[in-house]
């Protein structure tokens, strides 16, 4: 392992590919490693699975299998996952459901880089999260 070291390693997950991108990019540059890239909540199970990140930030609205069907099944897996939502949903029972299936944090879209890298640093394991 040579290089500097990153400050966590997270699983992105969102059926758009260009916030997906928008991401990547925010998180590479605070010194995050994205591990890997998922579209829908099976992805994010799947790739949760193969792995095993620090954090995932998760988007509710996919196809298939939503962020938070996604959530409750990684809480199965592991009693506190260390998942930030990143929505546009910004409606109470929706975050509130999100917060309780385990969320650490709930961030709105569009996306705020120093919200996302604040929510992120806060979930990371050691941070209090």
């Given at each position: 392992m040579g290089g500097t070291a990153s400050?966590?390693?997270v699983?992105?997950?969102?059926?758009?590919?260009?916030?997906?991108?928008?991401?990547?990019d925010?998180?590479?540059?605070a010194g995050?490693?994205?591990?890997?890239?998922?579209?829908?909540?099976?992805?994010a199970v799947a790739l949760y699975d193969a792995h095993q990140p620090d954090?995932?930030?998760?988007?509710?609205?996919m196809p298939g299998r939503s962020g938070l069907e996604a959530l409750g099944e990684l809480r199965a897996r592991r009693p506190r996952p260390r998942v930030v939502v990143c929505s546009s949903l910004g409606d109470e029972p929706t975050i509130l459901a999100a917060l309780r299936l385990g969320a650490r944090d709930y961030v709105?879209?569009?996306l705020s880089p120093n919200r996302l890298l604040a929510a992120v640093a806060k979930a990371m394991p050691g941070d209090g999260g």
């Open positions: 400050r966590g390693r699983l992105v997950v969102d059926d758009a590919p260009f916030l997906r991108r928008q991401l990547r925010i998180l590479e540059g995050y490693e994205v591990v890997a890239e998922g579209e829908d909540g099976a992805a954090v995932v930030t998760l988007d509710l609205v709105l879209k569009p």
